[in-house]
Nanobody
């Protein structure tokens, strides 16, 4: 069982930056691929980024490439999402998710989810 707790959300102006964190409890964190998803008001939850268990491979949705960076610290059991050059369309609740071994970009591929953290980007 893995429990995930996100933090770091908030209100920021367009062009600003935020760093989200997701702390995982439970054993064998280093065997889990991790993902970030987001849900804007009135929209379905969408994939944002994913990272392999060893942190060597990352994947991003096209709209955040070059602006967002996902990383992990397996010793601390934490993953991060550094978000730069934020845009109003990045607004939403950001969720951290975990699945064992291989990365994925679909919601149904992940077994464990955090409660989410709100990110609001004002224009």
């Amino acid at each position: 069982q893995v429990q995930l707790v996100e933090s770091g959300g908030g209100l920021v102006q367009a062009g600003g930056s935020l760093r989200l964190s997701c702390a995982a409890s439970g054993h064998t964190f280093s065997t889990y691929a991790m993902g970030w998803f987001r849900q804007a008001p009135g929209k379905e939850r969408e994939f944002v980024a994913a990272i392999s268990p060893n942190g060597l491979r990352t994947y991003y949705t096209d709209s955040v490439k070059g602006r967002f960076t996902m990383s992990r610290d397996n010793a601390k059991g934490t993953v991060y999402l550094q978000m730069n050059s934020l845009k109003p369309e990045d607004t939403g609740v950001y969720y951290c998710a975990a699945r064992q071994y291989s990365t994925g970009s679909r919601e149904g591929e992940y077994n464990y989810w955090g409660q989410g953290t709100q990110v609001t980007v004002s224009s």
